[in-house]
């Protein structure tokens, strides 16, 4: 893992809107843009913004279904940033 994609997710899990995003992906194997937007109190482009940044820093992986989005979390890249921060707190 680089320092740009460090900083990259660094920056993407300084909002409090994407951990909650991010936590509530992680419980399902893929959950759709629809659920997400039922489940957080958002505007439908706010939640479209958070998942753009979390898709951009490689924590989401997106995947289209139909004319709809649906995410995963990527467990390789949420791995290699948790031993990272394991890492620098020796």
Request: net charge neutral; charged share 30%; hydrophobic share 40%.
């Amino acid at each position: 893992m680089d320092d740009k994609q460090i900083e990259r997710i660094s920056r993407a899990l300084a909002d409090p809107h994407r951990i909650r995003i991010l936590k509530a992906v992680k419980d399902r194997e893929w959950m759709q843009c629809s659920a997400i937007l039922d489940m957080i109190d958002l505007t439908q482009p706010a939640i479209s913004h958070h998942l753009k940044q979390l898709t951009e820093a490689d924590l989401l992986i997106a995947e289209k279904e139909g004319r709809n989005m649906k995410y995963t979390v990527n467990k390789t890249v949420l791995a290699a940033y948790k031993e990272f921060l394991g890492e620098i707190a020796g």
